[in-house]
């Protein structure tokens, strides 16, 4: 520990006295500084032993004193050290009154002892306490090292907590918590979440203190460059010293370490699942199987889910949105234990195999009430396949990354569009168009007020050509029906009785009703 007061009382060799301010010997001393300025505060730093022969104190004036005693407090001075035998054979009583009165410890320093000796102890305690930091600092990198080669970063998160004498917790890049110790900081952990994303937000390294001062806890980002792949927190009750700043500084280096790959083993990776998906897709499962051998496990097995993500339109700042995107999914299927295949399609591509039902569709379900723009990613999810079904698959996530694009939603289900209506289909200003220049002819006649075509229109194809249906529907005679529909062929130039210009009719009249749906 750093020298303090008490420790220099008890020095055999400087003989010094106590004469004020017995309760404070336990404050920690930075420094001794030499003044005899009656006003020494505009070289105080504080943390300072002050020491004076009063050679230009009027030290026998009560009130200066008590002045000069409270501007030292204020600067931070922890103790005044008082030469005897030079200026004053005693102290004078005035200081002493002032310095019990404000609490300042006042020291006696007797003639035989030098101010230099007391600069020197202190000097040396202080050299001392740096030196056992240090050392401390180097056998705790050393144990976390070995903890870190043999067991793992729980073993260095536990260690890191015994060195700090507190509690520590590592997250991963969803701000989920990997590890803690001890068991106890669990649900403290927890609730730094919250500050573990928005410290993700900054560019690595990042660091923020979150807490009181019983509750002191330092957030410290874990990653290289911009990409933060996790987070370690450290609670203490107090700010850390020395050695305890070395002993996280190294526990950062070696979770950093552990949680960040190489970029030649990721790029590898990557072309080995690229070349594994497209074995899938091709129909070669059992060539996929092979060349993946154990590194993917059961995945290439049924049932999984092939979900393409693309970067939603629109500018943004801050970190891109698809690689945020795949670290979510990553560290979902690593907190569950599962294994996920993704595979970059250049910067604003992802396609990723992940297992049916498990966290990975479980985090990418999770984006299905959020729109494309407050995601950032727009993703098409297939339904659950099989080794032999993986090219339909991908037609099915492709198809559903379609119909998000156009929605504006940031994950639409294949299934979903399965089992719905093909209404939501037709709300596409492609579809549109057509409808109204296919349609225009009619509203134009009936515009005129010489007849309703569009809706007699509407009400003969609903009751599929039956007439008498249809003009009950109308609430007019069959046979004004009979010439609303030839009155419709001569307009259009086209054939009720071809199949195709009745289904594109209906078509055209079921899209411009969909144009105040909420679909949309």
Same mark, same amino acid.
């Given at each position: 520990?750093?020298?303090?007061?008490?420790?220099?009382?008890?020095?055999?060799?400087?003989?010094?006295?106590?004469?004020?301010?017995?309760?404070?010997?336990?404050?920690?001393?930075?420094?001794?500084?030499?003044?005899?300025?009656?006003?020494?505060?505009?070289?105080?730093?504080?943390?300072?032993?002050?020491?004076?022969?009063?050679?230009?104190?009027?030290?026998?004036?009560?009130?200066?004193?008590?002045?000069?005693?409270?501007?030292?407090?204020?600067?931070?001075?922890?103790?005044?050290?008082?030469?005897?035998?030079?200026?004053?054979?005693?102290?004078?009583?005035?200081?002493?009154?002032?310095?019990?009165?404000?609490?300042?410890?006042?020291?006696?320093?007797?003639?035989?002892?030098?101010?230099?000796?007391?600069?020197?102890?202190?000097?040396?305690?202080?050299?001392?306490?740096?030196?056992?930091?240090?050392?401390?600092?180097?056998?705790?990198?050393?144990?976390?090292?070995?903890?870190? $080669?043999?067991?793992?970063?729980?073993?260095?998160?536990?260690?890191?907590?015994?060195?700090?004498?507190?509690?520590?917790?590592?997250?991963?890049?969803?701000?989920?918590?990997?590890?803690?110790?001890?068991?106890?900081?669990?649900?403290?952990?927890?609730?730094?979440?919250?500050?573990?994303?928005?410290?993700?937000?900054?560019?690595?390294?990042?660091?923020?203190?979150?807490?009181?001062?019983?509750?002191?806890?330092?957030?410290?980002?874990?990653?290289?460059?911009?990409?933060?792949?996790?987070?370690?927190?450290?609670?203490?009750?107090?700010?850390?010293?020395?050695?305890?700043?070395?002993?996280?500084?190294?526990?950062?280096?070696?979770?950093?370490?552990?949680?960040?790959?190489?970029?030649? $083993?990721?790029?590898?990776?990557?072309?080995?699942?690229?070349?594994?998906?497209?074995?899938?897709?091709?129909?070669?499962?059992?060539?996929?199987?092979?060349?993946?051998?154990?590194?993917?496990?059961?995945?290439?097995?049924?049932?999984?889910?092939?979900?393409?993500?693309?970067?939603?339109?629109?500018?943004?700042?801050?970190?891109?949105?698809?690689?945020?995107?795949?670290?979510?999914?990553?560290?979902?299927?690593?907190?569950?234990?599962?294994?996920?295949?993704?595979?970059?399609?250049?910067?604003?591509?992802?396609?990723?195999?992940?297992?049916?039902?498990?966290?990975?569709?479980?985090?990418?379900?999770?984006?299905?009430?959020?729109?494309?723009?407050?995601?950032?990613?727009?993703?098409?999810?297939?339904?659950?396949?099989?080794?032999?079904?993986?090219?339909?698959?991908?037609?099915?996530?492709?198809?559903?990354?379609?119909?998000?694009?156009?929605?504006?939603?940031?994950?639409?289900?294949?299934?979903? $569009?399965?089992?719905?209506?093909?209404?939501?289909?037709?709300?596409?200003?492609?579809?549109?168009?057509?409808?109204?220049?296919?349609?225009?002819?009619?509203?134009?006649?009936?515009?005129?007020?010489?007849?309703?075509?569009?809706?007699?229109?509407?009400?003969?194809?609903?009751?599929?050509?039956?007439?008498?249906?249809?003009?009950?529907?109308?609430?007019?005679?069959?046979?004004?029906?009979?010439?609303?529909?030839?009155?419709?062929?001569?307009?259009?130039?086209?054939?009720?009785?071809?199949?195709?210009?009745?289904?594109?009719?209906?078509?055209?009249?079921?899209?411009?009703?969909?144009?105040?749906?909420?679909?949309?």
């Amino acid at each position: 520990m750093p020298p303090t007061l008490a420790s220099l009382v008890q020095h055999s060799a400087l003989k010094l006295t106590v004469r004020a301010g017995e309760d404070r010997l336990g404050t920690a001393v930075r420094w001794a500084h030499v003044s005899e300025l009656a006003d020494p505060v505009p070289y105080m730093e504080g943390g300072e032993l002050l020491l004076t022969t009063a050679l230009t104190l009027d030290a026998e004036d009560p009130e200066a004193m008590r002045r000069y005693v409270r501007r030292l407090l204020a600067a931070g001075v922890v103790g005044l050290g008082f030469a005897i035998g030079v200026n004053y054979e005693h102290i004078p009583e005035p200081l002493v009154d002032a310095a019990r009165a404000e609490g300042l410890p006042l020291l006696e320093v007797p003639r035989r002892t030098p101010f230099l000796a007391i600069s020197k102890a202190v000097s040396a305690a202080i050299a001392a306490d740096q030196y056992r930091a240090v050392t401390a600092g180097f056998e705790a990198q050393r144990e976390m090292t070995r903890a870190a $080669l043999a067991e793992g970063p729980d073993a260095v998160v536990a260690r890191l907590a015994a060195h700090v004498d507190g509690w520590a917790a590592l997250y991963d890049t969803s701000g989920a918590v990997l590890a803690v110790s001890p068991e106890w900081a669990a649900r403290r952990a927890a609730r730094l979440t919250p500050d573990v994303e928005r410290l993700r937000e900054r560019p690595a390294p990042a660091s923020a203190v979150v807490g009181g001062t019983e509750d002191r806890v330092e957030l410290q980002s874990l990653g290289t460059g911009r990409r933060v792949r996790g987070a370690l927190a450290v609670g203490t009750g107090a700010p850390l010293g020395t050695a305890e700043r070395y002993a996280v500084h190294s526990a950062i280096a070696l979770l950093t370490l552990t949680t960040e790959r190489s970029r030649s $083993l990721q790029a590898a990776e990557s072309r080995l699942g690229a070349a594994v998906l497209r074995m899938m897709l091709s129909g070669q499962p059992d060539h996929a199987r092979a060349v993946a051998g154990d590194l993917y496990g059961g995945l290439l097995d049924a049932p999984f889910r092939l979900l393409i993500a693309e970067t939603a339109p629109g500018e943004r700042e801050g970190e891109p949105p698809l690689p945020a995107f795949a670290d979510a999914l990553e560290s979902a299927a690593a907190h569950a234990g599962e294994t996920v295949l993704a595979v970059p399609e250049g910067e604003d591509r992802l396609l990723v195999l992940a297992g049916d039902g498990g966290a990975v569709v479980t985090a990418c379900e999770g984006y299905a009430a959020r729109d494309a723009e407050e995601a950032g990613v727009v993703v098409g999810l297939s339904a659950p396949a099989g080794p032999i079904a993986a090219a339909a698959a991908y037609k099915q996530a492709e198809q559903a990354l379609s119909v998000a694009r156009r929605r504006g939603r940031a994950l639409v289900e294949h299934e979903e $569009l399965a089992a719905g209506s093909v209404l939501p289909l037709l709300a596409d200003d492609a579809v549109r168009a057509f409808a109204d220049g296919m349609l225009r002819p009619l509203n134009e006649h009936d515009a005129t007020g010489r007849g309703d075509l569009v809706a007699s229109l509407r009400a003969w194809l609903s009751r599929h050509g039956q007439w008498d249906a249809a003009a009950a529907d109308l609430g007019v005679h069959r046979h004004t029906l009979r010439y609303r529909m030839r009155r419709v062929e001569e307009i259009l130039g086209r054939s009720l009785d071809d199949a195709d210009v009745r289904m594109e009719l209906w078509l055209a009249l079921k899209a411009t009703a969909t144009e105040s749906s909420p679909e949309q």
